[in-house]
């Protein structure tokens, strides 16, 4: 079976895989529509796998991890070194140390 929709009202339709290019009328709006040839299943090998987006890479040495006053474990990039960041479960002001102090 070739499942898909109508394209004037979105009806669902459906029509045997023999009759891929044939039209029909939409039951719903009564629309003449072309039934769409059948696509092949996908199997796992043709899926494309996610990669990650390109960017900037960023190394653990440009990373520093430390620890909030409530215990929260904090990471962030070197250039915030010795600025006040903001612990994101508490919200309270935390100057970021310039080594990471684990």
Same mark, same amino acid.
């Given at each position: *079976?070739?499942?898909f929709r #109508?394209?004037? #009202?979105?009806?669902? *339709?459906?029509?045997?895989? /023999? *009759?891929?290019?044939?039209?029909?009328k939409?039951?719903?709006c009564?629309q =003449?529509?072309q039934?769409? $040839?059948?696509?092949?299943?996908?199997?796992a $090998?043709?899926?494309?796998?996610?990669? *990650?987006p390109? @960017?900037?890479?960023?190394?653990?040495?440009?990373?520093i991890?430390f620890?909030c006053?409530? @215990?929260? $474990? =904090?990471?962030t990039?070197?250039r915030? $070194? /010795?600025?006040i960041g903001e #612990?994101?479960? #508490?919200r309270?002001?935390v100057?970021?140390?310039?080594?990471?102090?684990?």
């Amino acid at each position: *079976m070739i499942r898909f929709r #109508c394209p004037k #009202c979105s009806e669902a *339709m459906e029509a045997p895989a /023999g *009759m891929a290019n044939e039209f029909l009328k939409c039951p719903n709006c009564q629309q =003449v529509v072309q039934v769409p $040839a059948p696509t092949p299943p996908k199997s796992a $090998a043709q899926e494309p796998k996610p990669t *990650m987006p390109a @960017g900037p890479k960023i190394v653990d040495t440009d990373v520093i991890r430390f620890r909030c006053e409530c @215990g929260q $474990a =904090v990471s962030t990039h070197r250039r915030n $070194a /010795g600025k006040i960041g903001e #612990c994101p479960i #508490c919200r309270e002001d935390v100057p970021i140390p310039h080594e990471s102090t684990r």
